[in-house]
């Protein structure tokens, strides 16, 4: 899961960041912030919201250290598209791809599952030392 997106060098032509405190109420807050940055972007809300919600509610369950927030980042790239980021200070506990999950699994690994169902791309990188950064990209629709 390296980040083959780091291919541009041109600025975007949105971007929205906040670090957020890692808890439930953190992960609610990035859910709404990233509703209305797309929103007065004039960006469709999902699955962008959804993908959002899944990647801070796991930076919150999987990524926390006590006393230490997860920062959310809102990207638009040229020609269209939009990168969420997500970093967490837990740079030593990366996520998992899920396939083929039973129903029988427990509740870990479904969010990821919404994330590559809903992305177009997604991956983690290490960095910035001693996070890790999960991210998504959502290819969005030509304008008619």
Do not use: I
Request: proline fraction near 8%; hydrophobic fraction near 40%.
């Amino acid at each position: 899961m390296s980040d083959v997106n780091q291919r541009t060098a041109r600025p975007p032509l949105h971007h929205f960041s906040v670090p957020l405190s890692a808890t439930r109420r953190g992960a609610r807050l990035a859910r709404l912030l990233a509703a209305g940055e797309l929103h007065d972007w004039g960006l469709p809300l999902d699955p962008a919201r959804l993908v959002v919600a899944e990647l801070a509610a796991n930076a919150v369950l999987h990524g926390r250290v006590p006393g230490r927030s997860f920062r959310l980042t809102l990207s638009v790239l040229a020609p269209r598209t939009l990168r969420v980021e997500v970093v967490d200070t837990r740079g030593d506990r990366w996520p998992t791809r899920v396939r083929g999950a039973s129903e029988g699994q427990a509740e870990s690994g479904y969010g990821l599952l919404l994330v590559e169902e809903f992305a177009d791309r997604w991956g983690v990188r290490a960095g910035p030392v001693p996070c890790k950064t999960v991210w998504a990209e959502l290819d969005l629709a030509p304008r008619r």
